[in-house]
């Protein structure tokens, strides 16, 4: 069994290793952002995250599974799970799948 200390030498590594991976990806996105195309698909994909969470949350909200939905938009389970990763979203798919949500798409520009 370990003791006290060598617990907490193990959370110090463990938390300086985090740092040293967290800052290695923060220096790698900011040079692949310096790129204009990889910043036009990184900001696409973006949206498409951003999209896809609240997509999840809708169907959670709605206490509805994946397949559920997936059966109402006449689809399958694993589809509606990649619609949930940010893949394959269409405004008509948004809109159907709000709709089998029980709700409604208000796009906003801001």
Known sequence: MKTDNT?????????ANFD?????????RKKLLSNPKARQVY??????IQVA??????????HLTQTE???KLHTTQSSLA????????TLN???????ACG???RIQLV
Request: hydrophobic share 40%; glycine share 2%.
């Open 7 to 15: 617990v907490k030498e193990d959370v110090k590594t463990v938390i």
């Open 20 to 28: 040293k991976l967290y800052s290695e990806r923060q220096e790698n």
């Open 43 to 48: 900001n696409e994909t973006d949206i498409a």
């Open 53 to 62: 969470k609240v997509l999840s949350k809708a169907r959670k909200e709605s």
């Open 69 to 71: 939905i997936a059966k």
């Open 82 to 89: 990649r619609i949930e990763n940010g893949q394959n979203i």
């Open 93 to 99: 798919t948004l809109a159907s799948f709000a709709a």
């Open 103 to 105: 709700k409604a798409v």
